[in-house]
Every structure is written in C-alpha cells, then in structure tokens.
C-alpha cells in the first residue's frame, strides 16, 4: 500500500478509506442492501437498516449447506 511521509514524521497510508468502502459497497451488494441507503441510515442514526452482521448472520442461518 502506498504511503506519504509528511515532514513531521506522520505516515498516511493511502488507500485504506477507499479499500473500506469498497469492501462495504461489495458487502451490500451481496446483501442486495443499497449502499447509499445504508450509509444515510448510519450517518443519521435512524436504524432502519440492521447492521451488516445482523443481516449475514441471519442469511447464514438460512443456507444450510450439506456437508460432505
């Protein structure tokens, strides 16, 4: 991962915002739950939309695959 050094001696790593976005844009969209509706719901505390691991644990529990 690329990172910047300032002359203060602090280092940015560039690009973990965007790879956590991304990783939630996938996530939702695997949970067919709209991103931005999502985000909205988070930013406002409305708590509309249940969180993501609410969401995955109960799809989960409904795929019961067979073991071989």
């Not at 790879?19 to 708590?47: C, H």
């Amino acid at each position: 991962m690329p990172k910047i050094l300032f002359k203060d001696g602090s280092i940015l790593e560039v690009g973990i915002n965007w790879d956590t976005f991304m990783s939630l844009v996938a996530t939702t969209r695997k949970l067919e739950i709209s991103f931005f509706e999502y985000v909205r719901d988070r930013i406002s505390q409305l708590g509309n939309i249940l969180s993501l691991a609410t969401v995955i644990r109960e799809q989960s529990s409904l795929n019961h695959f067979a073991c071989s």
